[in-house]
């Protein structure tokens, strides 16, 4: 019965995503500027408040043994997170929407696969939140609930919906087919359960390890958010949508996480 729960945890956020790369079948066309930000800035403070209360909160509380160095485990985890991104996104080739320069190494890839593999990139840290709020779950751990899990998966997910559709509309707005466009925002999200499946068999294998990948996640999480998002909904013609739509988003998975954990 655990198992399917967390099989479908897994799940809810890539459905968040395939159902945002299904606007391509519905839009007609591509999403305004002031749009984009928007829904930029709402997934900033969606990932934001998920750092917080669900992964970088339950890892001190978890570290409570540890007295005034409960925080040590979540500082080390959250560095190593920062890390592992920052890699990431210097060896592996990736072009944000808007960009006219790739980063990571040179290759030859396309423009389109690229495009994908910049979503890909932010989408890894996103399986990894929910993977290791289920391993907790899983582990019995009294700081996790079931609830707070579902909260994470929700909320990961509902951020995950403009997501999809930020990268589909662009990919058929610059000659993809429809049913192409759809297919490449999926892949974009497919690492989230397979990244959150990994993460649950690692923390199941080294319990103790648990702040520790708690804090990662949050670190790798917040870094695309500073790297990535924030630059993106602020660019261009100052405009507050993006900051209103980040404090909806915040507010949003606040609510979610304490509601439901």
Known sequence: MMINTIM??????????ATGSACVFVLRD???IGVQKALTGFAAGVMV?????????PAIEQSENMGNFAFLPAFIGFWIGVFFLLLLDHIIPHLHIGASKAEGVKSHLTRTVMLVLAVTLHNIPE???VGVVYAGLLSGSDKITAGAALALALGIAIQNFPEGAIISMPLYAEGKSKPKSFWLGVLSGAVEPVFGGLTVILAGMILPA?????????????YVVVEE????????????????AFAIGFSLMMTLDVALG
């Open 30 to 32: 591509q999403l305004k």
């Open 229 to 244: 998002l924030i630059p993106e909904m602020a660019a261009g013609e100052h405009s507050h949508v993006g900051v209103i």
């Open 8 to 17: 479908i945890g897994l799940m809810i956020p890539f459905i968040g995503t």
């Open 210 to 222: 648990m702040p520790y990948l708690l804090s990662f996640a949050a670190g790798a999480m917040l």
């Open 127 to 129: 399986g990894m939140a």
């Open 49 to 57: 408040a998920a750092s917080i209360w669900s992964l970088i909160i």
